[in-house]
């Protein structure tokens, strides 16, 4: 029973490059949240997606920044022209079902450490 | 008013002792607080969560106590052990809005053999 996978784990890009980061969620959950946790701070919501949608993507930098969820496939965190300031961790969630349902939890992955150099 | 703040910073507690981690929140329509556990290098994982219809919560070792009024929610850590030594978050959303949730800022937890 697989949890949420993302990959890939540690990445590194000079400043300019592109990231992308890959999540898969549990295995029948159809909702994906995207954190991002900077150095010795808390994790700060940035989009939340469902299947080939974006519900809710208020914490999500208005440049550079884009978050897909395709029908088939992983769900990607995709970061333009990085910089030196976007070296954090980014973690993936997933959960079973959406809004207004009792027991609704958030499960995380393991996440993806993006270094800028 | 999204706000959750959390105290203290760091806790440093020997073996055996009572671990206790403080989280105020802001916005009265939270319905749903979890506490999440993170090693160093890890994903947070779920500790336990409790709703606003309960005062308390108990998982073994693991006590959440919530008060409603003074819009504060607290984790026991009864019998402390070094394998408990991790950083803690609290976190509140409310639910009808898709679980987005707001975390504290984190107490890094030593607890000494």
């Known amino acids: 029973n697989a949890g949420v996978m993302q990959n890939p784990r540690h990445l590194v890009r000079r400043r300019g490059q592109e990231a992308r980061l890959r999540c898969s969620p549990m295995?029948?959950?159809?909702?994906v949240y995207w954190y991002r946790q900077l150095p010795e701070e808390g994790l700060k919501f940035m989009v939340y997606?469902?299947?080939?949608?974006?519900i809710d993507e208020s914490g999500m930098p208005k440049e550079r920044f884009s978050a897909e969820f395709p029908k088939e496939g992983p769900s990607i965190l995709r970061i333009q022209q990085v910089v030196r300031g976007d070296s954090a961790a980014y973690f993936c969630a997933s959960s079973p079902w959406g809004p207004g349902l009792s027991g609704n939890t958030i499960y995380f992955g393991e996440g993806s450490w993006l270094t800028v150099v | 008013q999204q706000q959750v703040k959390q105290s203290p910073q760091s806790l440093i507690v020997q073996k055996g002792g009572i671990s206790i981690i403080n989280c105020a929140y802001e916005n009265t329509a939270f319905d749903y607080f979890p506490w999440y556990q993170q090693f160093p290098g890890k994903g947070p994982a779920l500790l336990i969560a409790?709703?606003?219809?309960?005062s308390e919560k108990k998982e073994g070792r693991f006590t959440i106590s919530f008060n409603k009024s003074a819009k504060q929610f607290s984790l026991h850590i009864m019998d402390s052990q070094p394998g408990d030594s991790a950083t803690y978050f609290c976190?509140?959303?409310?639910?009808?809005?898709?679980?987005?949730?707001?975390f504290g800022e984190g107490t890094q937890l030593t607890v000494n053999p």
């Open positions: 409790i709703r606003p219809d309960v």
């Open positions: 997606l469902q299947k080939e949608n974006i």
């Open positions: 295995k029948g959950h159809s909702h």
């Open positions: 976190a509140a959303s409310k639910e009808t809005s898709g679980s987005r949730l707001t």
